[in-house]
């Protein structure tokens, strides 16, 4: 079993940052990828981006690249997303999510295991 834990939402003005920090306990040995992703009221779930926990290599929707980074600390069992010039678009729920099978693509939820209670990100204008 696999206890994830988001922190690091809030409330911030539009143009800022925020970390999101995603800690772990259990069983991480079978962890082949991490990610984020958020949902907006009345929106669907959407991709956010996500890192592979052996390699390092990372994704992220193409909305957000340059804007936002995931990293992990695979020492602490800790995931990340770095967000930088926040949107008032960017409002939404924050969730990460781990995946236990490898899969190519990255984008869809529903190849996520355990998921984080998720953290609210509210970016005013």
């Known amino acids: 079993q696999v206890q994830l834990v988001e922190s690091g939402g809030g409330l911030v003005q539009a143009g800022g940052s925020l970390r999101l920090s995603c800690a772990a306990s259990?069983?991480?040995?079978?962890?082949?990828?991490m990610a984020w992703f958020r949902q907006a009221p009345g929106k669907e779930r959407e991709f956010v981006a996500a890192?592979?926990?052996?390699?390092?290599?990372?994704y992220a929707a193409d909305s957000m690249k340059g804007r936002f980074t995931i990293s992990r600390n695979n020492a602490n069992n800790t995931f990340y997303l770095q967000m930088n010039s926040l949107k008032p678009e960017d409002t939404a729920v924050y969730s990460c999510?781990?995946?236990?099978?490898?899969?190519?693509?990255?984008?869809?939820?529903?190849?996520?295991?355990?998921w984080g209670q998720g953290t609210q990100v509210t970016v005013s204008s």
């Open positions: 259990g069983r991480t040995f079978s962890w082949v990828t």
């Open positions: 890192i592979r926990w052996t390699g390092g290599s990372t």
């Open positions: 999510a781990v995946a236990t099978r490898y899969y190519r693509s990255t984008v869809d939820s529903s190849q996520y295991n355990y």
